[in-house]
């Protein structure tokens, strides 16, 4: 559309007694173009519309009614419009008249919260999806920051329980060197025992925790997530920054580069601060509560039974134990990176965390006898020699019933050794004999051959007559 101050020199133009063509010419424009403006004036005409307010009078008595069904959603009120009433509305139009008839409150305008130094820290977790080894998982990313200098800390772990939770925040505490005086956390049950929001009540355990480093957890009101921004916002960036472009060989190389990162981002300057957290961090680290002389391990107790193999099973992994406690019950502690077992306030055994794995299991030398396997052979040549030089047949069948078992074959040739043993010679042979013509490798259908061969003579087997 031409400009009004085009379309005057054109007006112009034409008063100098300039014809169309040469006016067209000059401005670059059509002959026509130049005809049509002479008409229409120097103001450009507007295009006929129909007013908003007669298009929110329109629908507005059915606008409301269609906002209840629709719960409050545009699309279906717009979709809903043209079905059932044959109007057409624009999707801006239809916003601008929900506005305008107040059937939607008004957003309000929000505020900042502001912290002085060592005051309060906020804390969160996300589910993020990490390539890990040549698998992609499904994490949890466990964050904490302080609410004044906006110091940065993330983890990553297989799950979050109470037991990561502490193992975390006692990370994370040891990174700033010390913690604020209030913790702002969502209404999770891993922290909290019951209630919500002001009426939350945190669980004994992580009061516990919490005391022994000095600050409270305060839980924020529900859908008011607002409360702890701080940490929010830093998700996005952990997720498009921080895993983009990243390898990882397994949790310790996943961790280890997450912490770097965390350093070189407290570096940048942030633009709401002004300087660096790690500058801002410098006034606010004579306010924060200093870490105890003593640090309290972060563990949990179990007692597991060692069970035949001698092993025992902790969150689907398996640990070795001395295989003379076969058994008997022993105390279990888990620690973040170790599992440690103590048999009569002894310890008999640390093995590194199978954290992140399942079905996997953990074997420290000297639990289990090496020897096993060759015992189990010996043993099984010692009987295959008690078998074996009696019966050219028995000999044959010894060695295609090796073929027909796993390992050494210790328990067949032992059972077999049992029958020999037990049953007269020339019945056993007999059934040795009818078992190599048909391949029967059965012991307990050799063992019915067995008996049926030797019913008459030694057994009283005559049906009763009823």
Same mark, same amino acid.
């Given at each position: 559309?031409? #400009?009004?101050?085009?379309?005057?020199?054109?007006?112009?133009?034409?008063?100098?007694?300039?014809?169309?063509?040469?006016?067209?010419?000059?401005?670059?424009?059509?002959?026509?173009?130049?005809?049509?403006?002479?008409?229409?004036?120097?103001?450009?005409?507007?295009?006929?519309?129909?007013?908003?307010?007669?298009?929110?009078?329109?629908?507005?008595?059915?606008?409301?009614e269609?906002?209840?069904r629709?719960l409050?959603?545009?699309?279906?009120?717009?979709?809903?419009?043209?079905?059932?009433?044959?109007?057409?509305?624009?999707?801006?139009?239809?916003?601008?008249?929900?506005?305008?008839?107040?059937?939607?409150?008004?957003?309000?305008?929000?505020?900042?919260?502001?912290?002085?130094?060592?005051?309060?820290?906020?804390?969160?977790?996300?589910?993020?999806?990490?390539?890990?080894?040549d698998?992609?998982?499904?994490?949890?990313c466990?964050?904490l920051?302080?609410?004044?200098?906006?110091?940065?800390?993330?983890?990553?772990?297989?799950?979050?329980?109470?037991?990561?939770?502490k193992?975390?925040?006692?990370?994370?505490?040891?990174?700033?060197?010390?913690?604020?005086?209030?913790?702002?956390?969502?209404? *999770?049950?891993?922290i909290?025992?019951?209630?919500?929001?002001?009426n939350?009540?945190?669980?004994? !355990?992580?009061? *516990?925790?919490?005391?022994?480093?000095?600050?409270?957890?305060?839980?924020?009101?529900?859908?008011?997530?607002?409360?702890?921004?701080?940490?929010?916002?830093?998700?996005?960036?952990?997720?498009?920054?921080?895993?983009?472009?990243?390898?990882?060989?397994?949790?310790?190389?996943?961790?280890?580069?997450?912490?770097?990162?965390?350093?070189?981002?407290?570096?940048?300057?942030?633009?709401?601060?002004?300087?660096?957290?790690? #500058?801002?961090?410098?006034?606010?680290?004579?306010?924060?509560?200093?870490?105890?002389?003593?640090?309290?391990?972060?563990?949990?107790?179990?007692?597991?039974?060692?069970?035949?193999?001698?092993?025992?099973?902790?969150? *689907?992994?398996?640990?070795?134990?001395?295989?003379?406690?076969?058994?008997?019950?022993?105390?279990?502690?888990?620690?973040?990176?170790?599992?440690?077992?103590?048999?009569?306030?002894?310890?008999?055994?640390?093995?590194?965390?199978?954290?992140?794995?399942?079905?996997?299991?953990?074997?420290?030398?000297?639990?289990?006898?090496?020897?096993?396997?060759?015992?189990?052979?010996?043993?099984?040549?010692?009987?295959?020699?008690?078998?074996?030089?009696?019966?050219?047949?028995l000999?044959?069948?010894?060695?295609?019933?090796?073929?027909?078992?796993?390992?050494?074959?210790?328990?067949?040739?032992?059972?077999?050794?049992?029958?020999?043993?037990?049953?007269? *010679? !020339?019945?056993?042979?007999?059934?040795?004999?009818?078992?190599?013509?048909?391949?029967?490798?059965?012991?307990?259908?050799?063992?019915?051959?067995?008996?049926?061969?030797?019913?008459?003579?030694?057994?009283?087997?005559?049906?009763?007559?009823?």
């Amino acid at each position: 559309m031409l #400009t009004r101050d085009l379309r005057q020199t054109i007006h112009s133009l034409h008063k100098a007694q300039k014809s169309n063509r040469e006016i067209g010419r000059l401005l670059k424009v059509s002959k026509s173009t130049v005809a049509n403006i002479l008409k229409q004036g120097v103001d450009i005409p507007s295009k006929p519309r129909k007013s908003l307010k007669s298009q929110a009078t329109d629908i507005e008595p059915v606008l409301t009614e269609l906002f209840t069904r629709c719960l409050g959603n545009a699309v279906r009120i717009q979709e809903m419009l043209k079905e059932e009433y044959g109007l057409d509305v624009a999707y801006s139009t239809l916003k601008r008249c929900i506005r305008n008839t107040e059937l939607r409150a008004p957003r309000k305008r929000v505020g900042e919260y502001c912290f002085n130094p060592g005051e309060e820290m906020q804390h969160d977790t996300s589910p993020h999806w990490v390539l890990l080894g040549d698998k992609k998982l499904k994490v949890q990313c466990a964050s904490l920051v302080l609410g004044y200098s906006r110091k940065l800390f993330m983890q990553y772990y297989p799950c979050f329980t109470r037991f990561e939770a502490k193992t975390f925040l006692k990370a994370a505490i040891e990174f700033m060197g010390g913690s604020c005086r209030r913790c702002i956390i969502d209404n *999770t049950s891993v922290i909290l025992y019951a209630g919500s929001g002001p009426n939350a009540v945190v669980s004994p !355990e992580m009061a *516990t925790f919490c005391r022994m480093y000095g600050f409270e957890f305060m839980a924020h009101r529900i859908n008011h997530a607002d409360r702890k921004g701080k940490i929010e916002r830093p998700f996005f960036y952990i997720e498009n920054n921080f895993l983009a472009g990243r390898s990882f060989k397994d949790w310790d190389d996943l961790n280890a580069q997450a912490k770097e990162w965390c350093l070189v981002v407290n570096q940048k300057d942030k633009r709401i601060l002004g300087m660096a957290p790690e #500058t801002a961090f410098i006034q606010e680290k004579p306010y924060l509560v200093p870490l105890p002389e003593v640090l309290p391990p972060i563990y949990e107790h179990y007692q597991r039974l060692v069970d035949c193999q001698g092993y025992v099973h902790l969150e *689907t992994n398996r640990y070795s134990a001395p295989e003379k406690l076969i058994g008997k019950t022993i105390n279990v502690y888990k620690y973040p990176e170790t599992v440690r077992l103590f048999y009569k306030h002894q310890e008999i055994g640390t093995h590194p965390r199978l954290s992140g794995k399942r079905y996997e299991y953990s074997r420290l030398s000297g639990h289990h006898s090496k020897n096993q396997k060759k015992q189990a052979s010996l043993a099984a040549n010692k009987t295959e020699a008690a078998l074996r030089g009696h019966d050219e047949l028995l000999d044959q069948y010894i060695e295609t019933l090796k073929k027909h078992v796993r390992g050494s074959g210790y328990r067949s040739l032992n059972r077999l050794l049992n029958l020999k043993r037990t049953y007269p *010679t !020339e019945a056993f042979l007999c059934a040795i004999k009818k078992a190599n013509h048909y391949g029967l490798y059965d012991l307990n259908r050799l063992e019915d051959l067995i008996i049926k061969s030797v019913a008459g003579d030694y057994f009283n087997l005559e049906e009763e007559n009823l």
